[in-house]
């Protein structure tokens, strides 16, 4: 049996059977395609296309099949050269030419992209509530140490003192961007192509919009041409995904290099670390080093895809068969590092002693050029002369805070007394109180915004 030709046709060529078939991957649809089934019958009952009896005997077939697939009792045959196939053969063996009606009006090509449609939208919200509880595991850790210090890095150089807790945010807010991201794309998503059949809709009196209704899509496709060949919301679930893995990866990336013996600023939980097989000392953090290399993957699903988007011409092709894989494997590969970050998060240690050593004072040259600004200096004039006194720092071997008055007067007359008050990592950090900045109440600021956004 084959949904688009008779079993006396000719046969086809066995590797090019195997290369059309798309069973092997897209039978993981089978509960959006019985589902969307189950409602285009009733769609096609309430058109007067269907009697009650073969609504009734439709609808019992295909719970019956699905029972049988979700028990693995179901057996495929080697014509089933897709998901829907064998679901509609199996149909035909369990209740009879009934179920010949039920394509009536549809095509594959407004099925397949309906029943992908619905599988997004069903791990839409698995992806958002794994990220917000990546999220809350930052903002745990950030509340838990507020007041710890750590230096903040340009270039990977040590730039200026932030705290530790302004770091986890600096993560947890493009978490929240990508669940932003995920928002604002669903009702793209969200978009009813069924009944659009192959590329003209169908000309029977379907409710299409009682269908949207029932199967929980905000919206109906306003073209059918378009829809059937519209993949545009599989490139913005790539886009986001590939997004959500790069921030994995430089939250691994800081991460990876935070728990080295160099840097020494946390500790990772051994639960989420693997040992050598040679050397007996080592702890490796192959949790982080997995999440940075899967961006790589999630990232050449969009590229991929978009090249094969790039040429079609209008109406499907088949050529969109290849939106499957990648959609499913960037769903499963999300979920697997959702599944792992959230804990590593929550129970990795900041070591306190090693991120206030390596404070050091050089860190703080930008306060002096800001005392200078306070005394009515222009910056560029006081940034030249900061940049006098720290050369003169290091070619005398000795901190800014070690130099007398009289040689930063050299540099510049502003300087007074007054000026070894800004050398305090503490007070810089506290001076930056703005909105978004590092200072004590602008952290506390930033949770409490984060939690707000975490409960609409």
Not at 304 to 319: A, H, R
Not at 358 to 376: I, Q
Request: net charge negative.
């Amino acid at each position: 049996m084959r949904l688009w030709g008779t079993s006396e046709g000719s046969s086809l060529d066995p590797a090019f059977e195997r290369l059309n078939a798309s069973l092997p991957f897209d039978r993981r649809l089978y509960p959006q395609d019985i589902r969307g089934s189950i409602a285009w019958a009733r769609a096609l009952a309430r058109a007067g296309l269907l009697t009650p009896e073969e609504y009734h005997a439709i609808v019992a077939g295909l719970e019956a099949v699905k029972t049988e697939l979700d028990t693995g009792a179901f057996t495929f045959h080697p014509t089933d050269e897709d998901i829907h196939t064998a679901v509609e053969r199996r149909l035909t063996e369990c209740i009879g030419p009934a179920a010949g009606k039920l394509h009536t009006g549809r095509s594959r090509n407004d099925q397949v992209a309906t029943d992908l449609r619905l599988f997004l939208m069903e791990a839409w919200p698995r992806l958002d509530e794994g990220l917000r509880e990546l999220e809350e595991a930052l903002a745990t850790q950030a509340e838990a140490h507020l007041d710890l210090l750590m230096p903040g890095y340009t270039h990977l150089q040590r730039a200026q003192p932030i705290r530790y807790a302004h770091w986890c945010l600096a993560h947890a807010w493009a978490f929240e961007r990508d669940r932003a991201r995920l928002r604002d794309a669903y009702p793209y998503l969200a978009t009813l192509p069924l009944g659009s059949g192959a590329l003209s809709g169908t000309p029977f009196p379907v409710d299409r919009e009682a269908l949207a209704r029932e199967l929980g899509f905000l919206s109906v496709s306003p073209n059918s041409l378009d829809a059937v060949s519209d993949r545009d919301f599989v490139a913005e679930f790539l886009f986001i995904a590939a997004m959500i893995g790069v921030h994995f990866s430089r939250l691994a990336e800081d991460l990876i290099l935070f728990a080295s013996a160099e840097f020494g600023f946390v500790a990772l939980d051994p639960a989420y670390t693997t040992g050598s097989s040679l050397m007996p000392q080592k702890r490796n953090p192959d949790a982080l080093e997995l999440a940075r290399a899967k961006a790589g993957r999630l990232v050449g699903h969009l590229m991929g895809f978009l090249l094969v988007l790039k040429g079609l011409p209008s109406g499907y092709n088949k050529d969109l068969q290849e939106d499957k894989e990648p959609v499913f494997d960037a769903v499963d590969t999300l979920e697997a590092l959702l599944a792992v970050l959230p804990g590593l998060v929550r129970t990795m240690q900041p070591r306190p002693e090693r991120m206030r050593s390596a404070l050091e004072e050089a860190m703080l040259a930008t306060e002096l050029a800001d005392y200078l600004v306070r005394k009515g200096v222009p910056f560029r004039e006081a940034h030249r002369a900061v940049s006098g006194l720290v050369e003169e720092s290091l070619r005398e071997g000795k901190p800014l805070s070690a130099l007398p008055v009289e040689a930063m007067r050299r540099h510049h007359p502003a300087f007074d007394s007054d000026v070894y008050a800004a050398l305090d990592s503490e007070a810089a950090v506290e001076r930056r109180a703005i909105l978004g900045g590092t200072a004590r109440g602008a952290i506390e600021a930033q949770i409490q915004a984060l939690r707000a956004r975490w409960a609409t």
